[in-house]
């Protein structure tokens, strides 16, 4: 019960765009699923059906996440064309079956692409001495459950 008087949310006042949710469930599902892909390519040896699959779905979640219009200009930004030449041209490498080239070619255009972000990354990390999990992780903490004491 809301309260006397006082009138409960209604469903078109919702201020979260439902139309587009579900897009962005799924792209983070689908980017997910590439990521797992690039990873388990990588470890079978650079295998370059996954890669190729992995690159596919990770852009592909990647778009429906942010979408096309956003995608675009990330990537198409005058000072990171280079990395995206590197980043796209890795993609192609990889689609044509030269995995090893393909990843070291996507490799640097990520880090080309994503330098602005890893600061701030590094910077999240370097704080986690005042997130209470993190925190006990960082410091090397074990984690004690109920059967620690039967040892």
Same mark, same amino acid.
């Given at each position: 019960?809301?309260?006397?008087?006082?009138?409960?949310?209604?469903?078109?006042?919702?201020?979260?765009?439902?139309?587009?949710?579900?897009?962005?469930?799924?792209?983070?599902?689908?980017?997910?699923? @590439?990521?797992? #892909?690039? +990873?388990? %390519?990588? !470890?079978?040896?650079?295998?370059?059906?996954? =890669?190729?699959?992995?690159? /596919?779905?990770?852009?592909?979640?990647?778009?429906?996440?942010?979408?096309?219009?956003?995608?675009?200009?990330?990537?198409?930004?005058?000072?990171?064309?280079? @990395?995206?030449? #590197?980043? +796209?041209? %890795?993609? !192609?490498?990889?689609?044509?079956?030269?995995? =090893?080239?393909?990843?070291? /070619?996507?490799?640097?255009?990520?880090?080309?692409?994503?330098?602005?972000?890893?600061?701030?990354?590094?910077?999240?990390?370097?704080?986690?001495?005042?997130?209470?999990?993190?925190?006990?992780?960082?410091?090397?903490?074990?984690?004690?459950?109920?059967?620690?004491?039967?040892?």
């Amino acid at each position: 019960m809301v309260g006397a008087g006082v009138p409960g949310p209604s469903l078109s006042q919702s201020p979260i765009h439902t139309t587009s949710l579900p897009v962005a469930e799924i792209g983070v599902g689908t980017t997910g699923f @590439g990521i797992f #892909f690039i +990873l388990f %390519g990588m !470890l079978l040896y650079f295998d370059s059906v996954l =890669l190729a699959f992995g690159n /596919l779905l990770f852009l592909t979640g990647l778009s429906l996440i942010i979408g096309l219009r956003k995608t675009f200009s990330f990537f198409f930004q005058r000072h990171k064309l280079k @990395g995206t030449s #590197f980043f +796209l041209g %890795g993609v !192609l490498v990889v689609l044509l079956r030269w995995p =090893l080239l393909g990843m070291c /070619l996507e490799t640097y255009g990520f880090f080309s692409l994503f330098k602005g972000f890893f600061p701030v990354a590094f910077g999240f990390l370097g704080n986690t001495s005042n997130i209470p999990f993190l925190s006990a992780v960082s410091r090397g903490d074990e984690m004690r459950g109920p059967m620690s004491s039967c040892a």
